[in-house]
């Protein structure tokens, strides 16, 4: 069951760019919803954590949960060279805290 | 600030071999985790460990592996006989739980295994 699914990508922007991530779930007892950064080789970095549906942000990233869509999306603003990488999303119930990761997508963001 | 760590990073091993995969979780936590992740896949979870015991694992964690706390900071993961699927990069990860419900887990920069 494909249960958190995102676009692989690669999505390549200039720099200053506005970014949209998306992805989407088909689990309803998620109620937990995590972004995670990821370079290359390395461990996956908590981005963003939200609760059920809303908005939350933390300087230039936006995380926004829509659960009657199932749609997870993450911004970012004035994007820049650095936030080259993969973003995981992920999800998890309130009954285990487990996430379940989509693949990534891998984002560019050209000088 | 305070991090996960794991060793060693790279780990080279023949088919049939066992190998414990270390990780030092951050020190307050309480919650640990192993995940895997095959070259160009998902991070997949394998399983959760809490007071000294197994709360949840999932179907890839099978008789082959284990794991351990063998004392106040180290949590391994022993593959007991490699096979060349085990071939992935292997994270460890820890948490605390808050008050408020939900957690976030933190994650060590994992080891990669190559099973030839």
């Not at chain 2, 020190?27 to 394998?46: A, C, D, M, P």
């Not at chain 2, 593959?79 to 820890?94: G, P, Q, V």
Request: glycine content about 8%; hydrophobic content about 30%; aromatic content about 14%.
């Amino acid at each position: 069951q494909k249960e958190v699914e995102q676009d692989p990508g690669p999505l390549s922007v200039p720099e200053g760019a506005i970014v949209s991530l998306n992805c989407t779930y088909s689990n309803s007892a998620f109620q937990y919803f995590m972004w995670y950064r990821q370079y290359s080789r390395k461990g996956p970095e908590l981005l963003m954590y939200t609760y059920s549906s809303g908005n939350k942000e933390d300087g230039r990233f936006t995380a926004q949960v829509d659960k009657s869509s199932k749609y997870i999306s993450l911004f970012i603003r004035d994007s820049q060279p650095s936030d080259s990488a993969t973003y995981l999303c992920a999800s998890a119930s309130g009954g285990s805290y487990i996430p379940t990761f989509g693949r990534g997508t891998s984002l560019i963001v050209h000088p | 600030e305070p991090e996960v760590t794991q060793t060693p990073s790279h780990q080279v091993t023949q088919m049939g071999q066992e190998v414990i995969l270390r990780c030092v979780p951050i020190s307050n936590h309480l919650y640990f985790y192993w995940y895997r992740q095959i070259l160009g896949q998902k991070v997949e979870f394998l399983v959760s460990f809490y007071n000294n015991e197994i709360s949840e694992k999932s179907e890839i964690f099978d008789d082959q592996f284990s794991v351990e706390r063998p004392d106040g900071s180290n949590f391994t993961l022993k593959i007991r006989s490699t096979k060349l699927e085990d071939s992935a990069m292997y994270f460890c990860a820890s948490s605390v739980r808050t008050s408020g419900g939900g957690e976030t887990q933190y994650f060590g920069p994992g080891t990669r295994l190559l099973v030839l």
